[in-house]
């Protein structure tokens, strides 16, 4: 089985999506589009995941390569593959199905918890998991809702957290996936991203001071049951 990740800053810093698919024996694949790495074809994986990055969805038409990546989701979405979006990428995906991004309610730098919703409670994947858990967060905007998707999970500052858009397709506009070093290289290279200050930005000393392993332990709960089951 093989994941192929699309990977949008400049240097990939391996998270745990890296680390679960070399534990799970996948193949794993990585796409640098601010590099100019080609996109691949849609036979050439099985699971399609789009991760974050700086750029803003609200403005696309400055980002070129983001538009063929939303026509290789599409595609992906429309051969049955499994995909799933991460924080921008959930945004792309949202934009597959026609809902553009918009401006969150607040925006969120650090960890704070995520709430199920009632319609959570019928997922197949998440209605084992608890009421409340914590998940990195690291954002401004939010994924667009098109018809027939679901919110899954929202926090306080963000109403759209975990959305389904169908059984084989998620986005998650939180981070489930983040460790220390990552957080440490966002806080070092997006410090702008810290002011002005909020009640969901927290104070970097704060942000490093988190149990990530505890949050892996989530994302490693989904991916069993989304890729594996």
Known sequence: MKIHCIIHTRRNIPCYYEKWAEDNGLEYGVTHVVQNEPLPQVHD????VSMGGPQCALNLHHYPY???????IKQAIEQDK?????CLGAQLVAE?????????????????????????????????????????????DMLGLPEGATVLAQSA????????FSPKVYGFQCHLELNQKK???LLENCQEDLTPTSPYVQHPETILSHNYEVINQHLDIFLQKFILE
């Open 96 to 140: 597959s199905y026609g809902a553009n991004a918009e401006r969150s309610p607040h925006k969120e730098i650090g960890v704070f918890p995520l709430s199920l919703t009632p319609e959570a409670q019928e997922d197949p994947i998440f209605k084992d998991f608890p009421s409340q858990f914590p998940s990195g967060h690291w954002h401004h």
């Open 157 to 164: 500052g963000c109403p759209r957290q975990i959305v389904r």
């Open 66 to 72: 983001l538009q063929d990546e939303i026509a290789l």
């Open 45 to 48: 994986f099985d699971i399609l």
């Open 82 to 86: 499994k995909v799933l979006g991460i």
């Open 183 to 185: 957080m440490q290289w």
